[in-house]
């Protein structure tokens, strides 16, 4: 295992409801990310947190809503979410650093594959 | 921003036999090319990366190559086994001392080889 966490692993919801993914890191990491996996096409970066501040915010809309409480967690909260947020939602952890490195190498949980009806 | 391509999109072979998958990028200021390869059922797991001030890396059967001039790279799998079924994504990114890094990645390729 690569020391990423996530739960859970499958999630159904409806439209209207409010539902939260966890991701947890075991390995000291300090730079977390929200990564969206969606059928032929590439992986989106969603959101980037070094040091529990958020740093890039892809574009995401407002349904999607991410929180780093500390640098072991991260949280994706999704409210009123539209079919086509159906995917598989991947963290990562890297290093991460107080200035900024440039790219160091990023590990990946397992997923939570979400469908929403 | 970065735009990765990647070929093929998927790739049968025998067993015994090589595979290569290749990635283009735009961004002549690319200096880091990490290798996925993602099971079913699992996140992406890191199998290779190169940086661009070496034109190839090797490790054990797995080996990729970097042309800087014609902005390509390429994952080299050798004696092919079963178990090396996946998909495999190639990345690219910029080393910046200010920022962290952010990761493009290709469409990926569905390896299937067969016994």
């Known amino acids: 295992e690569t020391g990423v966490t996530q739960t859970p692993r499958h999630l159904v919801m409806g439209m209207t409801n409010k539902k939260s993914l966890k991701c947890e890191q075991h390995?000291?990491?300090?730079?977390m990310y929200w990564y969206k996996q969606s059928a032929k096409k590439p992986l989106e970066l969603m959101f980037v947190?070094?040091?529990?501040?958020?740093?890039e915010n892809n574009s995401v809309p407002s349904r999607f809503s991410p929180e780093c409480p500390n640098s072991s967690h991260l949280f994706l909260h999704l409210h009123t979410l539209q079919p086509e947020d159906s995917a598989l939602y991947l963290c990562?952890?890297?290093?991460?650093?107080?200035?900024?490195?440039?790219?160091?190498?990023?590990?990946f949980g397992p997923g939570t594959r979400l469908t929403v009806l | 921003g970065e735009n990765v391509e990647q070929h093929p999109s998927t790739l049968s072979v025998q067993e015994g036999d090589s595979a290569v998958i290749k990635c283009t990028y735009s961004?002549?200021?690319?200096?880091?090319f990490p290798w996925y390869k993602q099971e079913l059922g699992k996140g992406p797991q890191l199998i290779i990366d190169?940086?661009?001030?070496?034109g190839e890396k090797k490790d054990q059967r797995i080996a990729v190559t970097l042309n800087k001039t014609a902005k390509h790279f390429s994952l080299h799998i050798t004696e092919t086994q079963p178990e090396d079924s996946a998909v495999y994504f190639c990345?690219?990114?910029?080393?910046?001392?200010?920022?962290?890094?952010?990761?493009?990645f290709g469409r990926g390729t569905q390896l299937t080889v067969w016994p």
């Open positions: 947190y070094n040091f529990k501040e958020q740093t």
């Open positions: 390995l000291g990491h300090n730079a």
């Open positions: 961004d002549s200021a690319s200096n880091y």
């Open positions: 990562a952890s890297s290093q991460g650093a107080v200035r900024g490195l440039g790219t160091d190498t990023q590990y």
């Open positions: 990345a690219a990114s910029i080393e910046k001392g200010s920022t962290l890094g952010r990761l493009y």
């Open positions: 190169i940086r661009s001030n070496v």
